[in-house]
């Protein structure tokens, strides 16, 4: 993450949201009105090209503390603001929801959330934009993902054994993103190379990550899905045009490493410009095997003017043969 991105993302104006960032005054809330319309291209559909990152600090799922409150009032923004500043300004990087969750609980110094090896230095990771939303997902209406059905508990039971008894046999005993493979659609995590590029063409639309460069191209031109037998890992999508905006609506996931324990889920996105600077996402899941009933989150992408970085997984995958070579020797040492 270079500090050219960092000083862009701070002075970035998207007032018509209210959306600021922990440096910023006050003007937090992110419900303005959908009334703006978005340049066309040279296709004639509603421009979204560009690169968007979304460095928001907006926990996934409503903590327990904030439960029955939808929004902070300024105040709770300002205080939020003042810690969340403390925490980011050193110790080791706070990841995803870290950040926010810590200032909830009242921690005045950062403590690394990776007990075994500590994480890198926060000063690598960019400064989060904070509003007055208590968690991106806006239905269910108490903001927290749904019960998992029977058959997911016991799914993702027989998973966590399966990873305590055999975290190092081999490559596959080790998360997607870990090996490099993906990090999976959609993806909510913030402030961690969460930026994306979309490239727009008559019949098609490309979305690249900067995580392990993924590039999902999504057809437009209304051919219909891969058929059942065939599953991948980000599953297979196609696209159309809803006004303002692009609905994209995926099939056919891997049960092989599915979206938070999902086992085959559906997947519809809407990508809707509501700003010069903003892309409003809507993701909504459903998934009849896993949890009890669909839901929605919402990231509001802020507009960047830069390209997407180099991702080094692994650095050359040097960290995948120490992790197995190092329990190969724990092992040896036991016997």
């Keep these: 993450m270079t500090t050219t991105r960092i000083s862009i993302l701070t002075l970035i104006s ?11 005054g006050p003007q937090h809330k992110a419900t303005g009105s959908h009334t703006y ?15 968007w990152e979304n460095n928001s600090i907006t926990p996934l799922q409503r903590p327990a503390e904030w439960a029955n409150k939808t929004t902070l009032t300024e105040a709770e923004v300002r205080q939020l603001q003042a810690a969340s500043r403390r925490l980011e300004e050193s110790g080791d990087a706070l990841f995803g929801d870290e950040l926010v969750l810590d ?44 019960p998992l059905t029977p058959q997911a508990q016991a799914r993702r039971a027989a998973t966590a054994e399966q990873r305590r008894l055999h975290p190092a046999d081999g490559p596959e005993s080790r998360g997607l993103s870990e090996r490099c493979l993906t990090f999976g659609v959609p993806r909510f995590g913030a402030a961690y190379s969460s930026v994306y590029e979309i490239v727009q063409s008559p019949s098609t639309a490309v979305f690249r990550m900067e995580t392990i460069h993924d590039a999902r191209v999504i057809p437009l031109d209304g051919s219909p899905h891969l058929g059942k037998a065939i599953e991948q890992w980000m599953g297979n999508s196609r696209g159309h045009w809803e006004g303002e905006t692009l609905v994209v609506e995926t099939k056919g996931f891997t049960d092989k490493g599915g979206f938070i324990g999902s086992s085959t889920g559906h997947l519809v996105e809407r990508f809707t410009r509501v700003a010069e ?6 993701a909504t899941m459903t998934d009849p095997g896993t949890w009890t009933r669909p839901w929605t989150a919402r990231i509001l ?3 960047i003017d830069e390209p997407l970085l180099e991702y080094a997984c692994h650095e050359g ?15 040896a040492a036991k016997r």
Aim: proline residues 7%; glycine residues 10%.
């Design 301 to 303: 992408f802020k507009k």
């Design 14 to 24: 998207i007032a018509c949201l209210g959306l600021v960032s922990s440096a910023q």
């Design 103 to 146: 200032v909830i609980k009242g921690q005045k110094e950062p403590v690394s959330h990776d007990t075994e090896t500590g994480n890198y230095n926060g000063f690598w990771l960019p400064s989060r934009d904070i509003d007055n939303r208590t968690s991106l997902i806006i239905d269910p209406p108490d903001g927290r993902i749904p």
């Design 277 to 282: 600077n903003v892309l409003q996402y809507d």
């Design 37 to 51: 319309t978005a340049p066309r291209n040279a296709f004639g559909q509603p421009d979204l090209e560009g690169r």
């Design 317 to 331: 995958n040097v960290g995948m043969s120490g992790i197995l070579s190092g329990a190969r020797h724990q092992e």
